[in-house]
C-alpha cells in the first residue's frame, strides 16, 4: 500500500507523543525489577554473633561517580577487617542492593535488608532524600546505620551516625579565608537538591556572622549542561568571589565553562565542585585554587598511606582518592570495632559503642561522634596542585558552628 | 545593552546546537518515521570520541568524529533497524531504546564514570558591542548552523534530496525508477546519527563529559522536531530556535529550576495547541472558493 510522505510523517508525530508514557511505563517496570532482584553477596543465615553489613550502593543512576569511591572504600574496609580475623570471630558478611539513588527503593530495600537478610547494620546511600528513608526504617527497626557522604545529612536518630562531613567543617575555615582573600560580594552556585540548598544555608549563617553579602544564589536541576546563563548572573552580579556545590559532570561544565569566561581569574572560585572528585575532569583548571575539607590523599600518617595503597593497586587507581571513599573505610572500621567492643550484634549495643568510641590514628587522625551525632575531626585547608596532589596547607580543630539541625 | 547583547550571543550558541540535534532527529523520524531515542546517547559518542582521541590535533578528531558517526549509523540502522521498519514505530523505538543503553553502557564500561573534559582548541574570548564572549562559542554555532543549512540545501536543492524524499513518498515506486531504497534508507540513517555524533563533538568542550551526558539533549531536541509542521526539517529548526529563545529567556530573567518548569510547561501547551507544529503561513478560516468547473 502505498503512503504518503505527509501521512507517514503525521502517524510519526502521533507515535513520537506517545514514546514519553512508554517510556515512563518501560522504565517503571525495569525498576521494579531491579528492586526485586538486586541483592548481590552475602547468602548465608547468619548465627547470632556474625555481624551482617546491607550496603545500600546507588551504583547504577545518577550517583554512580560517588557510590562506586563509597563502595571501593566500603569493600577495602571490610578485606581489612576480615584479614585480620573478623568480628567477634567471624567473618564479616555483605549484602549488597542498589537503589539507584531513588527514595521509594530506598526504603523497600532497607526494609527487605532488615527483615529478609536480617543484617545488623545498615551502611550507604549518597543523596539527602535517600539518606533520611533509609534513616527512617533503620530508626524504627531499632538497627544501626551510617552513611558516608559529605554534607549535613539533616536528619536525626538514636541508631543513624553519618561519617560524611559536616557542612560547617567545610565552611568554618574556609569562609573566613576567602572573605580576607577576595572580598565580602559572595554568590552561592549549586545544584537544585538537598545538600546544596543545606549547605548554602550554613553558608549564609556564617557570612552574615562575617559581615559578607550574599549577591547572588542560583540552583539548578541536576544535568544541567549549558551553564551560560548562570555565567551571565554571576557577571551581572558582580561579587568578590563564588562558593560552589555543584557536582558531578555539572561541576565539570560550570568550571570549564567559567572558565572560559574568565570567572576563574577575575574573582575568587571555590567550594564542592572543586573536591577531588572533579579533579580528572577538570586538572590544571583547579591548579592553585584552594577548598577545607577532611581528606586528601596527601594525608601524612601511616593509616592514609595503608589505605592509598591499598586503594591505589585495588583498582589501579591514579587520580586523587575522593572523601567519601576514605570516610566509608575509615566508618567501616570504627564500626566493626564498636561490635567488638560491645561483644554483640545487638543494635542497642552497637549505637552505644558507636556513641562512645573514638577513633586514634584513622585516616584522618582522630575522629569520635559528637552529641549531635556529627563525625568530628580535623580539617583541613587544601591547595590543589600539579597532578591532583590536594596538599593541606593549614588546619582547623573540629568545629561545629553554623550546624543545623542539633540532634542532642 | 551588555544585557541585551549576551542574551542574543547566548540564544544564537544555543540555538546553533539546538539546529544540529534538531536537523539530525528531524531527518530520522521525518524522513524514516523512526524516535531515535538514543539521539542524546550519540551526542555522548561524539563528545567521548573527542576525549578518547585527546592526542590527535582538533580538525581531525572532528572528521574522525563524522567517520565513526557514519559508521555507527550504518550499522545501528542494518543490523538493528532495517527488519522492522514494517512492525512500526514501536518495535523501532524499543531497539532504539535498548541501542540507547547499549551505547550509554558501554560508554560506562569503557570510560566510567568520573567526568571527562575536553580541551577547547581556542580559549580567547571576543569583544561584541562591549561584551566579552567565549570565541569558541560563537564559532561552533556558526558552524553548526552552516551544517544545518547544508542539509537543508543538499535535501530540498539537490537530484540527491530528491531522490531521498521519493523513497521516502514510495519506496516501490523510487525502486521501479532505479533507486535502491535500502541504500537511501541506511544512508538518511547514517547522515542523521552522524549529526548527532557531531553535535557531541564540536560540545564537547563545554561538557563535563560521562555516559550520562546525552540525557540532558533529548527533550530539547524532541520537542523542537513536535514544534516544526510534520516531516519538515525547516520546521524542527525552527523549534529549535522556539526551544533556545525560551530557554535562554526563561533561564536569565527566572531562577533556574523555575525556568525549567516554565519552559517545559511552554513547550507542552504549544504542542497541545499546535498539534500539526507551528506554521507561519496564514491561518485560513473559511475555505477557499474553488473556481467554477467549466463542462467540456
Keep these: 500500500m502505498e503512503t504518503t510522505h505527509a501521512a507517514r510523517a503525521g502517524r510519526g508525530m502521533t507515535a513520537l507523543r506517545r514514546t514519553s508514557g512508554i ?377 561545629i558552628e553554623g550546624i543545623t539541625p542539633r540532634c542532642a | 545593552m551588555d544585557a541585551v547583547v549576551t542574551l542574543a550571543l547566548s540564544v544564537f550558541t544555543l540555538f546553533g546546537f539546538y539546529a544540529l540535534l534538531a536537523v539530525g532527529m528531524g531527518l530520522i523520524f521525518g524522513q524514516l518515521g523512526v524516535v531515535n531515542v538514543a539521539h542524546g546517547e550519540l551526542v555522548m559518542v561524539g563528545a567521548f570520541v573527542m576525549f578518547a582521541l585527546a592526542d590527535v590535533p582538533f580538525l581531525p578528531r572532528l572528521l574522525l568524529a563524522v567517520l565513526i558517526g557514519l559508521v555507527l549509523g550504518v550499522v545501528i540502522e542494518r543490523l538493528v533497524l532495517s527488519n522492522l521498519y514494517e512492525r512500526g514505530f514501536l518495535a523501532t523505538l524499543l531497539a532504539m531504546w535498548g541501542v540507547s543503553i547499549v551505547l550509554r553502557e558501554g560508554a560506562n564500561a569503557i570510560f566510567g564514570s568520573t567526568p571527562a573534559s575536553v580541551r577547547a582548541p581556542i580559549q580567547e574570548n571576543i569583544e561584541i558591542l562591549g561584551v566579552s564572549y567565549p570565541l569558541y562559542r560563537l564559532i561552533i554555532a556558526v558552524v553548526a548552523l552552516a551544517i544545518v543549512a547544508a542539509v537543508l540545501l543538499v535535501t530540498y536543492r539537490t537530484k540527491l534530496g530528491l531522490v531521498v524524499r521519493a523513497t521516502v513518498d514510495n519506496r516501490d515506486m523510487a525502486s521501479v525508477l532505479g533507486i535502491p531504497p535500502r541504500l537511501v534508507v541506511t544512508g538518511t540513517f547514517a547522515v542523521g546519527a552522524m549529526l548527532a555524533v557531531l553535535a557531541g563533538a564540536l560540545q564537547s568542550p563545554l561538557l563535563g563529559v560521562t555516559p550520562m551526558v546525552g540525557a540532558a539533549f533529548l527533550a530539547p531536541a524532541f520537542f523542537a522536531v513536535l514544534l516544526g509542521r510534520a516531516g519538515s526539517l525547516p520546521g524542527a529548526i525552527f523549534g529549535a530556535f522556539v526551544v533556545a529563545l525560551l530557554s535562554t529567556v526563561l533561564r536569565t530573567y527566572l531562577n533556574e529550576t523555575l525556568a525549567q518548569v516554565v519552559l517545559f510547561a511552554l513547550l507542552i501547551v504549544l504542542v497541545a495547541v499546535r498539534p500539526n507544529g507551528i506554521d507561519w503561513r496564514k491561518v485560513q478560516w473559511k475555505p477557499r472558493t474553488q473556481p467554477a468547473q467549466v463542462a467540456a
Excluded at chain 1, 517496570?29 to 545500600?56: M, P, R, Y
Excluded at chain 1, 545538600?195 to 544535568?223: I, K, Q
Design chain 1, 23 to 399: 517510556i515512563a511505563a518501560v522504565t517503571l517496570t525495569t525498576s521494579l525489577a531491579a528492586c526485586a532482584g538486586g541483592a548481590i553477596g552475602g547468602g548465608t543465615e547468619g548465627g547470632d554473633d556474625v555481624f551482617k553489613v546491607g550496603l545500600i550502593s546507588p551504583v547504577t543512576g545518577p550517583v554512580v561517580q560517588e557510590a562506586t569511591a563509597m563502595q571501593r572504600g566500603f569493600e577495602l574496609a571490610i578485606e581489612k577487617i576480615n584479614a585480620e580475623g573478623g568480628v567477634l570471630g567471624q567473618p564479616v558478611e555483605v549484602v549488597t542492593v542498589d537503589d539507584q539513588a531513588d527514595a521509594a527503593k530506598s526504603t523497600q530495600l532497607a526494609q527487605r535488608l532488615i527483615s529478609q537478610d536480617q543484617v545488623d547494620y545498615i551502611f550507604g546511600t549518597i543523596p539527602g532524600d535517600t539518606t533520611a528513608a533509609v534513616a527512617q526504617v533503620a530508626e524504627s527497626a531499632k538497627v544501626p546505620f551510617s552513611s558516608a557522604i559529605l554534607g549535613n545529612a539533616g536528619v536525626c536518630g538514636q541508631y543513624f551516625f553519618p561519617f560524611g562531613e559536616p557542612n560547617a567543617s567545610l565552611l568554618n575555615g574556609l569562609l573566613p579565608q576567602m572573605i580576607a582573600d577576595h572580598g565580602t560580594k559572595v554568590a552561592l552556585v549549586g545544584n537544585d537538591y538537598a545538600f546544596p540548598r543545606g549547605y548554602f544555608a550554613d553558608a549564609r549563617t556564617v557570612l552574615e556572622e562575617l559581615g559578607a553579602t550574599v549577591v547572588l544564589e542560583e540552583y539548578s536541576p541536576m544535568g544541567t549542561a549549558d551553564w551560560q546563563p548562570v555565567i551571565s548572573k554571576i557577571k551581572a552580579a558582580a561579587p568578590d568571589w563564588v562558593l560552589t556545590a555543584v557536582v558531578g559532570a555539572d561541576a565539570t561544565a560550570l568550571v570549564t565553562q567559567a572558565d572560559q569566561a574568565g570567572i576563574l581569574d577575575s574573582m575568587g572560585f571555590t567550594g564542592v565542585s572543586l573536591i577531588a572528585d572533579f579533579y580528572p575532569g577538570l586538572t590544571d583548571r583547579m591548579h592553585g585554587l584552594t577548598l577545607v575539607g577532611r581528606y586528601s590523599d596527601q594525608l601524612d600518617n601511616e593509616a592514609n598511606k595503608e589505605f592509598v595503597d591499598a586503594f591505589r593497586e585495588a583498582y589501579d587507581f591514579s587520580d586523587p582518592i575522593p572523601s567519601v571513599a576514605a570516610n566509608a573505610y575509615e566508618g567501616m572500621l570504627m564500626i566493626a570495632d564498636a561490635v567488638e567492643q560491645a561483644g554483640s550484634t545487638e543494635g542497642a549495643d552497637i549505637a552505644k559503642a558507636l556513641g562512645e568510641g573514638e577513633v586514634e590514628n584513622g585516616v584522618f587522625g582522630g575522629g569520635s561522634f559528637n552529641e549531635d551525632r556529627f563525625f568530628m575531626t580535623e580539617t583541613a585547608r587544601f591547595e590543589i596542585r600539579e597532578g591532583g596532589a590536594y596538599v593541606p596547607v593549614e588546619t582547623f580543630p573540629a568545629d
